[in-house]
């Protein structure tokens, strides 16, 4: 799908990801994890080539328009119904009108937004405007989502109902990348795991390996938080 080479993006202040490489292989839920501050952002920034950085990044089978993203802050229009927010979003990657309009509607209805249709998204609730939000990246039927924290802020049920829509459109081809704090979401949805430390990957894996080789190592049935918890604790903490 696509290989970051000795990717390095540095802020005035701060080296926000060092030297980072990785080959990110077609079929596969990616979860990047990561400490507050770790580079998460700023990797998904750097693969959508929303920022500038130093390095290679090559897309192998795709471009730049099979890619949704789905960002941590809301970006969505509030002035705009929920229907125009994807009408929109729709024009900008040029998706054929009629075409938009079906896929709107049928990812509006899965999202759980039907009554809100012609809603402004302003008048939407929190975790409501969050859902607008991640299907906006999916009306261009994407080959890649990335999704960064997706889920703050949504209620347990429909938090549920997101994971599982997302883990069929995974399962129906669809490549993801994705990012929360919520470890049992990344542990749900995500094949393979990429643990960043300081801008820096520490660790990557297959999820069930990860966890298979925590479980045996502690004699107990770990979780992905163990592992989190053992490859990015610092001593002392
Ligand atoms: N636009 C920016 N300007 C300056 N520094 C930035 C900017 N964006 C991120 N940084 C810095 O880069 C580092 C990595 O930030 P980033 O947002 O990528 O981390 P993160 O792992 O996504 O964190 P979180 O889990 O809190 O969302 C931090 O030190 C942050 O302060």
């Not at 990717?7 to 994890?33: Q, R």
């Not at 990657?93 to 509006?108: C, N, P, Q, T």
Request: glycine residues 8%; charged residues 30%.
């Amino acid at each position: 799908m696509m290989e970051l080479k000795h990717v390095t993006k540095k802020y005035k202040k701060s080296l926000a990801l060092i030297d980072f490489s990785y080959h990110f292989e077609n079929g596969n839920a990616y979860g990047i994890l990561g400490v507050n501050g770790a580079g998460k952002s700023t990797l998904m920034n750097c693969i959508i080539q929303n920022v500038s950085f130093d390095g290679e990044l090559n897309y192998t089978d795709l471009s730049i328009w099979d890619i949704g993203y789905v960002p941590q802050e809301l970006a969505i229009y509030p002035e705009l119904s929920v229907m125009d927010n994807m009408l929109f979003f729709a024009s900008v990657y040029k998706v054929d009108k009629g075409e938009a309009r079906e896929r709107s509607v049928a990812l509006i209805e899965k999202a759980g937004l039907k009554e809100k249709i012609s809603t402004k998204a302003s008048k939407l609730s929190g975790g409501m405007k969050r859902k607008l939000n991640l299907i906006t990246g999916l009306v261009h039927d994407p080959k890649l989502l990335i999704c960064d924290e997706v889920c703050v802020g949504i209620d347990p049920i429909s938090r549920k109902e997101i994971l599982e829509y997302l883990k069929e459109l995974k399962n129906g081809g669809l490549n993801i990348i994705y990012t929360s704090h919520y470890l049992d979401e990344v542990e749900y949805l995500c094949d393979r795991i990429v643990f960043l430390d300081k801008g820096k990957l520490v660790l990557e894996g297959a999820t069930k390996k990860l966890i298979g080789e925590m479980s045996d190592a502690e004699n107990k049935e770990a979780d992905l938080s163990d592992v989190f918890v053992k490859v990015l604790r610092k001593d002392g903490e």
